[in-house]
């Protein structure tokens, strides 16, 4: 099973971009879809995006389409999510999660979670 650290949180303002990272352990990386999902205060998880084992399909949250990006480097064992024009609704704390495919990844079936990194954007 793979092992998953977020990092590249922060506080930003609206307007702004982040990126986040996510480090995988494990040499079966490349094998496993891999997507994001965020948590605001006092809602449930919801998904932002999900990434094929080749890079070559890429599902997005109607919510973040066309300002964030998900890709992947299979060489690093490293996942990202570039974050664009930043609203005060994304502020979040951000998980990496990993799958069998991009499909059961959109749909919260997850094999491996990270712990999460927090994402704030002031107005």
């Known amino acids: 099973q793979v092992q998953l650290g977020e990092s590249g949180g922060g506080l930003v303002q609206a307007g702004d971009s982040l990126r986040l990272s996510c480090a995988a352990s494990?040499?079966?990386?490349?094998?496993?879809?891999m997507g994001w999902f965020r948590q605001a205060p006092g809602k449930d998880r919801e998904f932002v995006t999900a990434i094929s084992w080749s890079g070559g399909t890429t599902y997005y949250a109607d919510s973040v389409k066309g300002r964030f990006t998900i890709s992947r480097d299979n060489a690093k064992n490293m996942v990202y999510l570039q974050m664009n024009s930043l609203k005060p609704e994304d502020t979040a704390v951000y998980s990496c999660?990993?799958?069998?495919?991009?499909?059961?990844?959109?749909?919260?079936?997850?094999?491996?979670w990270g712990q999460g990194t927090q994402v704030t954007v002031s107005s």
């Open positions: 494990g040499r079966t990386f490349s094998s496993y879809a």
């Open positions: 999660a990993a799958g069998v495919n991009p499909t059961k990844v959109r749909v919260g079936q997850i094999a491996s």
